[in-house]
């Protein structure tokens, strides 16, 4: 199981270790994007820290409704206790975890400040 809390903000975030190459590796706070059909979405400072690998453009769509064309690259993470190799997008703003890699999933939040958010495989 993976836990995280609700913040003032209103967002659900969880933290997960993420893996890049030559052994790098970060703990990261991410928070859950139901908008986003991807697997995880990266800030490019966080892209190069790690050093991930390319892995080509793709188009995507923004919540205003623009498409735009981002770098894509391989990342891991450790999710539910397992090492999982999935693409992430390189964009502005701060670490996302997308619909993707919650699919199979069941996550429960508790909309408080300070609620908990929790995120099981569905057996």
Not at 14 to 23: K, N, P, R, T
Not at 31 to 43: F, H, M
Not at 89 to 97: F, N, Q, S, V
């Amino acid at each position: 199981m993976i836990t995280g809390q609700v913040t003032v903000d209103r967002e659900a975030v969880i933290q997960l270790e993420v893996f890049g190459s030559e052994q790098k590796r970060e703990i990261v706070d991410f928070v859950i994007d139901t908008g986003s059909n991807g697997y995880l979405i990266l800030p490019g400072d966080l892209v190069e820290r790690l050093n991930l690998r390319s892995a080509g453009k793709r188009r995507a769509t923004l919540g205003d409704g623009n498409t735009v064309l981002l770098d894509v690259c391989i990342a891991s993470v450790l999710w539910n206790k397992e090492r999982r190799d999935v693409l992430a997008l390189r964009a502005d703003g701060g670490p996302l975890i997308g619909m993707s890699l919650l699919h199979g999933n069941r996550v429960k939040l508790v909309i408080l400040d300070g609620g908990e958010v929790t995120i099981e495989p569905i057996r």
